[in-house]
């Protein structure tokens, strides 16, 4: 009888499901995964190896960016299935010999868990198998303060995160939180933000007809102003 080789099935968690949780040894202790982290931003993200070029410049980039995302109530937590002497060995690398884009010295404070197991990185559904069965793509989850994901980026092994953009997300879910609206493309803070579709004829009629303060363009496209000092007062710490 002919044998068939099939993938085994790569579940992951999904937007809006809680995070799952786990223990684990990383390079700045033990966690409990998502409690030690509950009221704040979370954003877990995975790197495929240890002393690898692309996850280099990652680590670098974030760790300069740490205090940044810090101020934004964001925490940073990394993960490979490398163990724990590989990474303290490429964090001192990184601080010691790695000079990118300006940024050298740069200490990786943030914890990066050890994953030997790939009990983590299955859980979260980090490996993929048509594109690597031994390392993990570059994932990245946004939980929330209540341990909820709240968005999910995915990226091959070849293709470094732009790291503004990480940044962008995580103060773009927090102004829709704060403020009760939505961001459309490219949103920056201060730029206008959308309002939700309005719920009846009558709404409508009164959004058109300019009562309500905002810019429609028709019925179901209204944005408004939302001035950048009102953003960074509620998402951002000085």
Same mark, same amino acid.
């Given at each position: 009888?002919?044998?068939?080789?099939?993938?085994?099935? #790569?579940?992951? *968690?999904? !937007?809006? %499901?809680?995070?799952? +949780?786990?223990?684990?040894?990383?390079?700045?202790?033990?966690? /409990?995964?998502?409690?030690?982290?509950?009221?704040?931003?979370?954003?877990?993200?995975?790197?495929?190896?240890?002393?690898?070029?692309?996850?280099?410049?990652?680590?670098?980039?974030?760790?300069?960016?740490?205090?940044?995302?810090?101020?934004?109530?964001?925490?940073?937590?990394?993960?490979?299935?490398?163990?724990?002497?590989?990474?303290?060995?490429?964090?001192?690398?990184?601080?010691?010999?790695?000079?990118?884009?300006?940024?050298?010295?740069?200490? #990786?404070?943030? *914890?990066? !868990?050890? %994953?030997?197991?790939? +009990?983590?990185?299955?859980?979260?559904?980090?490996?993929?198998? /048509?594109?690597?069965?031994?390392?993990?793509?570059?994932?990245?989850?946004?939980?929330?303060?209540?341990?909820?994901?709240?968005?999910?980026?995915?990226?091959?092994?070849?293709?470094?995160?732009?790291?503004?953009?990480?940044?962008?997300?995580?103060?773009?879910?927090?102004?829709?939180?704060?403020?009760?609206?939505?961001?459309?493309?490219?949103?920056?803070?201060?730029?206008?933000?959308?309002?939700?579709?309005?719920?009846?004829?009558?709404?409508?009629?009164?959004?058109?007809?300019?009562?309500? %303060?905002?810019?429609?363009?028709?019925?179901?496209?209204?944005?408004?102003?939302?001035?950048?000092?009102?953003?960074?007062?509620?998402?951002?710490?000085?």
């Amino acid at each position: 009888m002919e044998q068939t080789h099939e993938q085994p099935i #790569v579940s992951m *968690p999904r !937007i809006g %499901d809680a995070a799952p +949780e786990f223990k684990a040894v990383t390079t700045q202790g033990d966690i /409990n995964f998502p409690a030690d982290y509950k009221g704040d931003w979370v954003i877990l993200f995975s790197h495929p190896a240890d002393f690898t070029p692309v996850c280099t410049s990652e680590f670098t980039t974030f760790a300069t960016m740490e205090d940044k995302f810090a101020k934004a109530n964001c925490k940073l937590v990394g993960l490979s299935i490398d163990g724990l002497y590989s990474h303290i060995a490429w964090l001192r690398s990184i601080k010691d010999k790695i000079e990118y884009k300006g940024m050298k010295n740069v200490e #990786v404070k943030f *914890p990066l !868990i050890e %994953d030997i197991t790939m +009990e983590v990185a299955k859980k979260y559904g980090m490996i993929q198998p /048509n594109e690597d069965s031994t390392k993990a793509v570059r994932a990245v989850f946004f939980i929330d303060p209540n341990g909820v994901i709240r968005t999910i980026i995915y990226y091959p092994l070849s293709l470094g995160r732009n790291f503004e953009e990480l940044y962008r997300v995580i103060v773009a879910l927090q102004t829709a939180d704060a403020f009760g609206v939505a961001t459309p493309a490219d949103w920056q803070p201060g730029d206008d933000v959308i309002v939700g579709p309005a719920g009846s004829c009558g709404t409508a009629e009164d959004r058109m007809s300019g009562k309500e %303060d905002m810019d429609c363009k028709d019925w179901y496209f209204c944005t408004k102003k939302l001035a950048k000092e009102d953003v960074l007062s509620k998402v951002v710490k000085n």
